[in-house]
């Protein structure tokens, strides 16, 4: 059985952050992702989470400065003591709010990125997510969305988990940039499967929820369950409409009104 948490940056976008939690469990859900706790003080967004009662499943790392473009700093060259402070900063949120998994932001050429220093400040991570309980997730970014990212395809992904080799640093596999960045992506999760600790979804084109866009999230969400997956399907879209109004897709796993 199927397992959905709501993101809370794209979905609920109708109340504030801190009431989303709330908002997510009536319509359904049992747990939650957040790409951005930082914005909202480490107890709030604690006692907001537990007071829906929603299991809080997975945080990134802090993106860095926007205003210079950063997307993530994991990869980039000579900011490594940056990279760490955010780490740390991360570490107290996912403690605090429970979370078992953290995407860890890789960050674009732009800014000085590359695939080499991402696996070097991963290796340093790694033990240190450890210690701690946590699994590490790295995430290829479609280029269309997110220009000059350093990590765009499922096999650079494998490629760095492999180098790493722990067994803490897994895949988080999103089909919406798989698909457009690569397609074939029923194949492409049978493939990556055995890697993938966590999934994300959204239609394309517009990033918007099941039903409005070319992929059949139907077929995928059966493929999903068929292949023994039991980890958390993260729902990463931005809503046509509403968000209720969205979740049409979810009524047959109890997620929205009928």
Known sequence: MLRFSANLNYLFNEVPMLARFAAAKEAGFSA???????HE????????ARAASVEVVLINTPLGDPAKGD??????????????DGVALAFDYAEALGAKCLHVLAGTEQSGGDLATFTKNLLWAAPEAAKRGLTLLVEPLNLQDNPGYVMNRLAQAEAVIEKVGATNVRLQFDFYHAQVSEGDIANRFRRYQPLTAHVQFANVPGRHEPGRGEIDFAYLFELIDSLGYTGWVGAEYRPSGTTQASLAWGQRYGIGNP
């Open 71 to 84: 997307r993530g700093l994991a990869a980039l060259r000579g900011r490594e003591s940056e990279f760490r």
């Open 41 to 48: 003080p480490i107890d709030a967004i604690t006692r907001a």
């Open 32 to 38: 939650v992702e957040i790409q951005t706790p930082y």
